[in-house]
DNA sequence: GTGTAGACTGGCGTCGACA
DNA sequence: TTGTCGACGCCAGTCTACA
């Protein structure tokens, strides 16, 4: 459709919110990440910033490295989805 | 690396048996379910003979044209996952 | 430690057609 | 109704480099 004005998509900002959050959490820098989930670094940070779009097999190797199941950073993106939806 | 019999991933299995069984117990048919989600139908074949991985923004796309929460769906396919991983 | 930019490759996703 | 095929555009993902 519209899409001559690119703003990002709100499940890419939601996602990126997730990731980074979770990633803190777990006492991560961007590079150890990168290194455990074999996922660029500097694609990680793209992804934290909503710009990019993963794979589902990119979500699934950065839960892994993330030692969360899929289906958990899902629920949380809904979250972030929910809170970025009712602005 | 370089797998010349190019084995599918059990993760796009596990999605694709997870895809084609909600799929069906909401009684759609493929292109039904591509009209919905605005997704190619050829390619919603695809995914569900686990032959291509979907990124996030189409894995969104899919469980809302499923009226499912995208978790829920990753819940089913760890689910799909572990019976394949077993065996 | 992170963001970003450029250049590049492979694969996601579309489209038309046919069994 | 679904699988698959060929052609193809565009973006996921890598790599290097710099502030």
Redesign the pocket.
């Known amino acids: 459709m519209s899409?001559k004005n690119r703003e990002k998509d709100l499940e890419l900002i939601a996602f990126g919110i997730t990731l980074?959050n979770i990633?803190?959490e777990k006492g991560?820098?961007?590079?150890?990440?990168?290194d455990y989930s074999?996922?660029?670094?500097?694609?990680?940070?793209?992804?934290?910033?909503g710009?990019?779009?993963?794979?589902?097999?990119?979500?699934i190797s950065l839960a892994k490295a993330l030692r969360i199941k899929p289906s958990m950073l899902m629920q949380i993106l809904e979250f972030e989805l929910d809170k970025l939806t009712q602005k």
């Open positions: 899409k980074k990633r803190k991560y820098t961007q590079e150890q990440l990168s074999r996922i660029d670094r500097s694609f990680i940070s793209e992804l934290e910033n710009e990019k779009a993963p794979t589902l097999l990119t979500l």
